[in-house]
């Protein structure tokens, strides 16, 4: 699976040098996106953009398959549990010091999709709110 997942990454990373592929969303979509609060618009419509898409219909089915759990894999270690990860940090903290201002910060990426650090808050009961860029906290 890691010899497929190098071999698909460089891949992908070769045809976007050649301009035979192309994110479909600029760094620039991603900042205004972010700034407006707006993480679940169409450009997110996969749960991460952080895991490189393996997937794709050109590939065997049984190199899809291998692709389909290698995603899953990755989705779930490295986006949902490191996002539990982070939302325990986040109520420990609110938790064991209730008396002091937090300020905490996170990539964009635990923000998009489901399982997000605030779904992880949201659950044990903390109420979340987007501040928009410019706006005074």
């Given amino acids: 699976q890691v010899v497929f997942a190098l071999n698909q990454t460089l891949l992908q990373q070769e045809s976007l040098r050649a301009g035979s592929f ?10 205004k996106h972010y700034n407006c609060g707006d993480l679940s618009s169409i450009i997110f419509n996969h749960d991460t953009s952080q895991v490189p898409n393996f997937i794709n219909a050109t590939l065997p089915a049984h190199e899809r398959i291998t692709a389909q759990e ?5 989705r779930q270690e490295l986006i949902y549990k490191r996002n539990e990860r982070m939302g325990r940090r986040v109520k420990d903290l609110l938790q064991e010091h209730p008396d002091k201002s937090f300020f905490f910060a996170f990539g964009a990426g635990h923000f998009m999709g489901n399982n997000t650090v605030i779904d ?5 009961g903390y109420e979340v709110e987007h501040t928009p860029a410019g706006q005074a906290i």
């Fill in 22 to 31: 192309q994110i479909p969303y600029t760094t620039e979509d991603l900042i």
């Fill in 70 to 74: 290698i995603d899953s894999y990755f």
């Fill in 120 to 124: 992880v808050l949201r659950r044990e």
